[in-house]
């Protein structure tokens, strides 16, 4: 049974600090890795994905792969309040569906 | 663009009845998933369609439920004999089948069913 685990929070940073979020998977052949949010009440958003070893920037956000030890990471800069949500760890199933970890609350407190 | 569509956006039924689920996919999306966030948990896999492939129904809980996709484009989720264990925010996800998209799935606003 393929797994994605993460720590579930809540993680609390203040405004302007980076947010650290952690997440491992089972599948050593898992090739796609995706980070969602998911505010309360909504669906999750696709905000980052990530295919190959390393980091991977985009404006406030990088996510970082490291498929020997099984883990990617997803790092906010400068975080916000407006940032306060799940953020939602997917893996790539042999299905073509998505594997999901149970997510971290992140609170950035003003 | 437009995204995901679902409809109802909140169904409340009573246990034993059947109940009909609507996801209209981004346009362009050949890829079709069914998931189900039960108050709490994590994101459940329940069924995949590729194009007019034969659905992936590994997921599935149940034979109560099945669901169908007609020309490629709408899908509907049913569960007959509703449970109260069935409750849950079920999410539908499209995505494009080119290779580097093939997995970036985008999810609909959901519905919220509750079973009573």
């Known amino acids: 049974q393929k797994e994605v685990e993460q720590n579930s929070g809540p993680l609390s940073v203040p405004e302007g600090a980076i947010a650290s979020l952690n997440c491992t998977y089972s599948d050593r052949g898992s090739q796609s890795f995706f980070w969602y949010r998911q505010y309360s009440g909504k669906s999750p958003e696709l905000i980052m994905f990530?295919?190959?070893?390393g980091d991977k920037e985009d404006g406030r956000f990088t996510a970082q792969l490291n498929k020997a030890s099984q883990y990617v990471s997803l790092l906010i800069r400068d975080s916000q309040p407006s940032d306060s949500a799940t953020y939602l760890c997917a893996v790539g199933g042999s299905q073509g569906n998505l594997i999901f970890g149970k997510g971290t609350k992140l609170s950035v407190k003003p | 663009g437009a995204g995901v569509s679902q409809s109802p956006s909140n169904k409340v039924t009573e246990k034993g009845k059947d109940v009909e689920l609507r996801c209209d996919p981004i346009?362009?999306?050949?890829?079709l998933y069914w998931y189900r966030q039960s108050l709490g948990q994590g994101l459940e896999f329940l069924i995949y369609?590729?194009?007019?492939?034969?659905?992936?129904k590994s997921g599935l809980p149940s034979d109560r439920f099945s669901a169908e996709r007609t020309g490629g484009s709408v899908s509907t989720l049913t569960i007959q004999r509703t449970q109260q264990e069935d409750s849950a925010v079920y999410l539908c996800?499209?995505?494009?089948?080119?290779?580097?998209?093939?997995?970036?799935?985008?999810f609909g606003p959901g519905t919220r069913l509750t079973v009573t």
């Open positions: 369609f590729q194009g007019n492939s034969a659905p992936d």
């Open positions: 990530i295919y190959s070893n």
């Open positions: 346009s362009g999306h050949t890829a």
């Open positions: 996800a499209s995505s494009s089948t080119r290779l580097t998209a093939f997995y970036e799935q985008y």
